[in-house]
């Protein structure tokens, strides 16, 4: 019964390494999101995408990238990942109107760069 | 811009009390949405409840409720009959119909701690 699917878990990666967190939804939605989750900050939006191939800066773009080149997978790319970067990243999808459910998020990846 | 406020860092409740999580908002959008989302300790987001700003009654969903007081700006959860398993981090959002595309603002959230 999964429907948004993070490639990992939990990660562990080095200082200037690029890195690829990965999602997957099954449900067909238009709109996918990453957040990032940080004590005390709450979560905030880094890129969201409302179609294949495109893409809208969130509140804290800086640092990342994505790419959407299937409707059901989003990709967050830390091209040069920083201590700063450690966090747990989650990644959501809805339909284009919302509906009364909001988003369906995953299960979160904990980043940890050192 | 929206921004939510969540006051309470930390909560603790009795099993089987009731209590009021707060949340305040503000935007400049007339019509809006807004959720509470559940978050266990194994990290996915659970959708709890959801108001639209034009509702006139406040939701209800199962032992959960948004007591909604649209000229205070608060969203304020309220659970009935705490249970151990409520024992989590909840937040609070919303995202305007209008102007603000489809993007979800999160406040940072309240831990809460159901004690036996």
């Known amino acids: 019964d999964v429907k948004v699917t993070q490639s990992s878990r939990y990660l562990v990666k080095r200082t200037g390494e690029k890195v690829f967190l990965e999602c997957v939804q099954d449900?067909?939605?238009?709109?996918m999101f990453w957040y990032r989750q940080d004590p005390g900050l709450g979560l905030r939006l880094i890129y969201f995408?409302?179609?294949?191939?495109?893409?809208e800066k969130g509140d804290i773009p800086e640092g990342y990238s994505v790419s959407r080149e299937k409707k059901e997978r989003f990709s967050l790319i830390l091209e040069s990942a920083s201590t700063n970067q450690t966090s747990m990243y989650l990644c959501?999808?809805?339909?284009?109107?919302?509906?009364?459910?909001?988003?369906?998020f995953g299960s979160g990846t904990r980043l940890t760069v050192v | 811009a929206q921004k939510i406020t969540q006051t309470q860092p930390g909560m603790f409740v009795q099993e089987k009390e009731a209590v009021t999580l707060d949340c305040t908002y503000d935007?400049?959008?007339?019509?809006?949405?807004l959720f509470w989302y559940k978050q266990p300790s194994s990290g996915e987001m659970i959708f709890l409840i959801y108001?639209?700003?034009?509702?006139?009654q406040n939701a209800t969903e199962g032992r959960y409720s948004l007591n909604f007081q649209k000229a205070r700006k608060s969203a304020n959860l309220v659970i009935s009959a705490s249970q151990l398993g409520d024992s989590a981090m909840y937040f609070c959002?919303?995202?305007?119909?209008?102007?603000?595309?489809?993007?979800?603002?999160f406040g940072t959230g309240t831990q809460l701690k159901v004690e036996l």
């Open positions: 959501a999808s809805s339909e284009p109107d919302r509906g009364v459910y909001g988003y369906t």
């Open positions: 449900m067909d939605h238009e709109n």
């Open positions: 995408s409302y179609d294949v191939k495109m893409k």
């Open positions: 935007t400049s959008d007339p019509s809006y949405g």
């Open positions: 108001q639209g700003s034009y509702d006139q």
């Open positions: 959002a919303m995202f305007p119909f209008t102007g603000g595309g489809n993007k979800l603002t």
